[in-house]
């Protein structure tokens, strides 16, 4: 269901949705930070989310957005000023409940444009999965230098190359490497932080990063080398990701993508459901 524009949905509706919203962005917002977030500031009617390290507009926008009447221009204003003194491009992240309902029509009277829309999609129970004949998975040790290295290469060919079908996103800084290998050797509170790398009969095919609770666990990164392409490893380690977060007492297992993608049809296919879109919106 896309609730990213919310229609003629009544209020019990739109409370509803606002309330998945909320759920799964502090849920995002709490595994990622450390990794992929670095912090937020609280603007007026907004929180910012920001990297130090990664300067794209994945990791550096405003979101949470409940705009006082009046104080659009402000608030564009103060979000410029903020990513602009940072060298990341000015971002906003709108998901169903931002207010007011204009105010994506603002930002396009502004120069912003679309720059890329995310399917969240959420799974409530574990799902049957039988593991493939050799199959192994490998939780990535602080001192396995040679799994992470499998792991960072595998990550490199399917997120650094120009997107394309089954690859939404590409070309990503080689930052994002440096995060994950960091990501490797910290220690987290609150949460805990897994990144598998998945054999077949002795050769690595896949990797994902599985971040939990015990409430609500998110899968991300799930990525395929192109030479192991269509051969059913990206569900296999994305089903093995979920029912091992069931396995650790999440309730529920959510993760996102490119709305309408490749990917997205697969988390489908494997039980997960669409619960709403978000849209970003920055300059070209």
Request: aromatic content about 14%; charged content about 25%.
């Amino acid at each position: 269901m896309d609730l990213g524009v919310m229609g003629n949905v009544d209020e019990s509706d739109e409370r509803a949705a606002a309330s998945v919203v909320q759920q799964l962005q502090s849920a995002h917002f709490l595994f990622q930070k450390g990794i992929y977030i670095t912090g937020l500031r609280q603007a007026l009617g907004a929180k910012l989310w920001y990297n130090d390290r990664i300067l794209d507009v994945y990791w550096n926008y405003a979101t949470d957005l409940h705009v006082p009447s009046g104080d659009e221009d402000r608030l564009v204003r103060e979000v410029e000023s903020f990513y602009n003194t940072r060298e990341s491009k000015p971002c906003f992240y709108v998901t169903p409940g931002s207010q007011p309902p204009s105010f994506v029509e603002f930002l396009k009277s502004k120069g912003y444009k679309e720059a890329y829309s995310d399917s969240w999609l959420l799974i409530d129970k574990a799902p049957k999965f039988r593991e493939p004949k050799g199959w192994e998975a490998r939780m990535i040790a602080r001192d396995a230098k040679q799994d992470q290295e499998a792991y960072l290469r595998i990550f490199a060919e399917a997120y650094g190359g120009p997107a394309a079908e089954g690859k939404p996103y590409g070309n990503l800084s080689p930052a994002y490497v440096d995060v994950l290998r960091d990501s490797f050797v910290k220690a987290y509170s609150g949460k805990t932080v897994e990144n598998c790398l998945f054999i077949s009969s002795g050769t690595p095919v896949a990797i994902g990063m599985l971040c939990y609770n015990d409430k609500i666990a998110g899968i991300y990164g799930v990525a395929v080398p192109d030479r192991e392409q269509k051969k059913g490893y990206g569900s296999a380690a994305t089903l093995w990701l979920t029912k091992r977060a069931f396995d650790k007492n999440a309730k529920q297992v959510f993760c996102m993508t490119e709305s309408d993608s490749f990917v997205q049809r697969m988390y489908e296919g494997l039980g997960f459901e669409e619960k709403f879109r978000a849209r970003a919106y920055a300059k070209q």
